[in-house]
């Protein structure tokens, strides 16, 4: 096995948006077209009583069909308060990749990077269909990991955005990822907002990144013609999927579970797959069309899948193979 820290993902270029970016486009058409077994992820929750939503262990197992096929599986745990209370990052885990003929494992990877450049990818391959073309201005909720790696990504990838409004609980967060950001895209104004309203006003691409657990944001918010890239899922109010002009997932059991917004919806008898605009994939591949007008209210909500993961992890790997580097393991 080929074990791979952050330091070295970083260096095969995993602290970049581009590899990420063509990973996902290829795995999200792989996931429209069927190529792909992904069982639906398990919690692993040991307070549910009086556990914060963000605190769990997800076990994210997929295998990625068609040329190239592998499996694998993510192994990532949250706590939300790790980063007051601890010093530490909220998530943490690994990724395995096995070998999809022989099913032994092939390589054993730090999952952090991996997980939050996947997740803005996602964004940016969304952007590119179902926002405005030649949007300029993004607004972003919650200033964490999550918030920095959708920035970077979304300003590397689309050099037309020309400014920046951020929104988080504690004002000291906001302002020094401003700070930072600032530092990468000097070109780019980043205006920190004294409320979450003030903030998502001024969006033509809105980017939720919060550990919220209660929703918001509500439909008048929200200028025409915005995207909402729902990162953190329990951000918008109900009405928010009932009034926008499209509401599109990645994927729709994994999205209709765990009692998350649009699940509430749906045993409700307000939302249904009937309802959906479309999954993600469906849009890349042509099945589906995206972004239509330049009024309409699109929201994207991204469970997150272990496909997307479990590519962009062999990219990496075949990256490590390729330039011999990462730390070999012996499995006996």
């Not at 990625?64 to 990532?76: A, C, D, P, Q, T």
């Not at 999205?255 to 409700?268: D, F």
């Not at 909500?301 to 990496?316: R, S, T, Y």
Request: with cysteine.
């Amino acid at each position: 096995m080929l074990y791979l820290n952050r330091e070295t993902i970083a260096a095969l270029g995993g602290n970049a948006s581009a590899l990420y970016v063509e990973a996902i486009a290829e795995v999200l058409a792989k996931h429209a077209r069927g190529q792909y077994v992904q069982p639906l992820k398990p919690y692993l929750r040991t307070n549910e009583k009086d556990g914060h939503i963000a605190d769990r262990i997800i076990a994210m197992p997929a295998h990625v069909g068609g040329e190239g096929s592998v499996s694998g599986i993510k192994w990532i745990g949250s706590k939300h308060d790790n980063p007051e209370k601890r010093g530490l990052e909220r998530a943490s885990g690994l990724i395995i990749l096995n070998d999809p003929v022989s099913r032994y494992p092939i390589a054993v990877m730090e999952a952090g990077l991996i997980s939050s450049m996947r997740t803005a990818a996602v964004t940016v391959v969304a952007a590119r269909h179902l926002a405005k073309q030649g949007f300029a201005t993004v607004s972003c909720i919650g200033c964490g990991l999550i918030a920095r790696r959708q920035l970077q990504s979304l300003l590397e990838q689309f050099p037309q955005i020309e400014a920046v409004y951020l929104f988080d609980l504690h004002e000291k967060a906001a302002r020094q990822l401003a700070q930072d950001m600032a530092k990468s895209f000097p070109a780019v104004s980043f205006t920190v907002k004294e409320s979450a309203e003030q903030a998502i006003r001024q969006g033509e691409v809105v980017v939720t990144c919060t550990v919220a657990d209660q929703p918001y944001i509500p439909f008048e918010w929200l200028q025409k013609g915005a995207f909402v890239s729902n990162v953190s899922i329990m951000d918008l109010h109900k009405e928010v999927f009932i009034r926008a002009d499209k509401v599109v997932v990645d994927d729709w059991d994994q999205s209709n579970r765990e009692k998350k917004v649009i699940n509430q919806l749906v045993l409700e008898g307000k939302f249904s797959r009937e309802q959906l605009h479309a999954e993600l994939g469906e849009i890349l591949i042509g099945k589906t069309c995206g972004r239509e007008t330049d009024e309409e209210i699109i929201i994207l909500n991204p469970m997150g899948m272990a496909v997307e993961d479990i590519a962009c992890a062999q990219k990496i790997y075949q990256r490590a193979v390729e330039l011999g580097v990462g730390l070999p393991l012996s499995l006996y």
